[in-house]
């Protein structure tokens, strides 16, 4: 079965600096998200894309964030200025269409420090 | 706004146990509505997931939930725990062309 997939798995940086975490979504899904996780809450949206552009974003995915689809296969979330607030665990997700269920992800655990 | 409430936090069974995990949910109008489970080091898979027809949806691994319009619950259930079923369940609502909103999630522990 085909599967999001992540890199990396675990992403240590310090406060201030820029990190890219990267994303395959399935290969025929047209839609691709970035959900976020702090440890001990509940898991939080932060953007969908579609059709090379974001197609709705959430309050925490301010300016510091931004989504990149480069080529055809990578999905991508940089946060430019990383703060200690920005520990979690972020999880890529994709559907095939709006309303189709998501797929996940095994997640990228982003500390800073 | 939609909003996904989970009630028990931990869970705790000892195997072939009946379990059944709350969620209700908060909105008006049509929801689609689904239960994800994520295993220990593993990403967030579907359980199951209900759109519309037969209020009683059955998923993977021996998995239902229940739509109770009435009472905007989607209740998880099976009739007997494994051991290979601790993971953190986590329910989901999306409504229209809303994104997905997570309830907490529950944590399940079975222990053998």
């Known amino acids: 079965e085909p599967e999001v997939t992540q890199t990396p798995s675990h992403q240590v940086t310090q406060m201030g600096q820029e990190v890219i975490l990267r994303c395959v979504p399935i290969s025929n899904h047209l839609y691709f998200y970035w959900y976020r996780q702090i440890l001990g809450q509940k898991v939080e949206f932060l953007v969908s894309?579609?059709?090379?552009?974001?197609?709705?974003k959430s309050e925490i995915f301010d300016d510091q964030f931004s989504v990149e689809r480069p080529d055809g296969s990578n999905f991508t979330l940089k946060i430019r200025s990383t703060k200690l607030e920005d520990s979690a665990m972020y999880f890529c997700?994709?559907?095939?269409?709006?309303?189709?269920?998501?797929?996940f992800g095994n997640g990228t655990r982003l500390t800073v420090t | 706004a939609q909003s996904v409430s989970q009630h028990n936090h931990h869970v705790i069974l000892s195997e072939a146990a009946s379990l059944e995990l709350g969620c209700n949910y908060s909105y008006g109008g049509t929801v689609n509505l689904f239960w994800y489970v994520q295993y220990p080091g593993q990403h967030l898979q579907l359980l199951l997931k209900y759109f519309s027809g037969d209020p009683l949806v059955k998923g993977i691994k021996g998995f239902e939930a229940e739509f109770i319009k009435s009472k905007f619950s989607f209740n998880l259930r099976k009739p007997s725990v494994q051991w290979s079923d601790t993971a953190e369940y986590f329910c989901?609502?999306?409504?229209?062309?809303?994104?997905?909103?997570f309830g907490k999630g529950t944590m399940l522990l079975v222990s053998p």
């Open positions: 997700a994709s559907s095939l269409g709006m309303e189709s269920p998501l797929h």
């Open positions: 894309f579609y059709n090379n552009e974001i197609s709705e």
């Open positions: 989901a609502v999306n409504s229209g062309y809303s994104t997905l909103t």
